[in-house]
């Protein structure tokens, strides 16, 4: 069948409109299957292909170590929706102050200076002098300027966040109230078992195992093995100790002194009891456990 040329350009332009709707078709049914968009303004927590709204009161946002974050905001392409994750320790036992008596300027000056950067952070984001910044990307989400996602870079192991000066959430919750529920209860029985084993004339501070030693210190280290961040505990802190992966903690402990360890890696938890030895070799946590 012979066509006229425009019958062959007519031919032609309805071949293309049929290309380019299907291609239209196309990105809408790949649009509608991808991550889902949130309607308001907020900051909505990602995971498992569900946006969550972050509430006002922090034991209301509890999530998965993997989650992530989507934020919405009116004219968002101009401002820094998100710069600053924080990880919120548990909160520090008070310190002995002295007696509050005026013991000069250089004693006075001592005690109130710390680390500058760390105060100026609690000030500035209204967190704890020894919160933890968690490192983090952004990249944008739904095709859309006033949306950005928000990746932290580590999957974040159990306890209390905050995004900027804010919204707080947990990860975990109820395994982290466990967690410090055991070592409430466990302090609690050795308070009583100290409490009872008191005799005249023998020295309290014997019948603590954990701080019967020579009184002479030895460099003492824990090694993160792992590309987590984990949380180790000695001796039933309630202040766990936050070492990012691939890195190391040092303090120092008594020679002949005996203590516990516990370490949350992930969503497991390892324990070690140890003795110090005069020359200590770090402890090694790796995904199996204290080595």
């Known amino acids: 069948m ?66 992530k974050f989507v934020v919405f905001a009116k004219g968002l392409e101009l401002l820094v929706p998100i710069d600053k994750i924080f990880f919120i320790p ?38 704890p ?9 952004v990249g944008p989400y739904g095709n859309n300027k006033e949306m950005v996602r928000v990746v932290p870079r580590i999957e974040l192991p159990p306890g209390l966040y905050q995004l900027n000066a804010g919204a707080r959430f947990w990860i975990r919750k109820a395994e982290v109230e466990s967690y410090y529920a055991q070592n409430t209860k466990a302090s609690s029985a050795r308070g009583n078992l100290s409490a009872t084993a008191k005799q005249p004339g023998i020295d309290d501070v014997s019948k603590d195992p954990v701080r019967s030693g020579s009184h002479v210190f030895t460099k003492f280290g824990v090694a993160n093995d792992t590309l987590r961040t984990i949380q180790v ?58 080595e």
């Open 233 to 290: 505990s000695l001796d039933g802190s309630d202040t766990p100790i936050v070492i990012q992966g691939a890195r190391r903690y040092q303090d120092k402990l008594e020679i002949g002194s005996k203590h516990l360890v516990k370490v949350i890696v992930g969503g497991k938890t390892f324990q070690l009891e140890f003795t110090v030895s005069r020359v200590m070799r770090d402890l090694h946590v790796t995904e199996r456990g204290i």
């Open 2 to 67: 012979n066509l006229t040329q425009s019958e062959r350009r007519m031919k032609k332009v309805v071949g293309t409109f049929v290309f380019f709707f299907a291609l239209a078709v196309g990105c809408v049914t790949i649009f509608a299957q991808g991550d889902p968009l949130p309607e308001y303004y907020g900051i909505y927590a990602l995971q498992n292909g569900k946006l969550t709204e972050l509430f006002a009161k922090a034991d209301l946002n509890d999530f998965a170590p993997t989650v």
């Open 90 to 127: 548990q909160p520090e036992k008070p310190k002995e102050t002295g007696d509050g008596r005026f013991k000069g300027w250089d004693d006075f000056f001592r005690q109130t200076q710390g680390n500058t950067d760390s105060q100026l952070r609690s000030i500035s984001y209204h967190v």
């Open 129 to 137: 002098t020894n919160a933890v910044e968690i490192p983090f990307q």
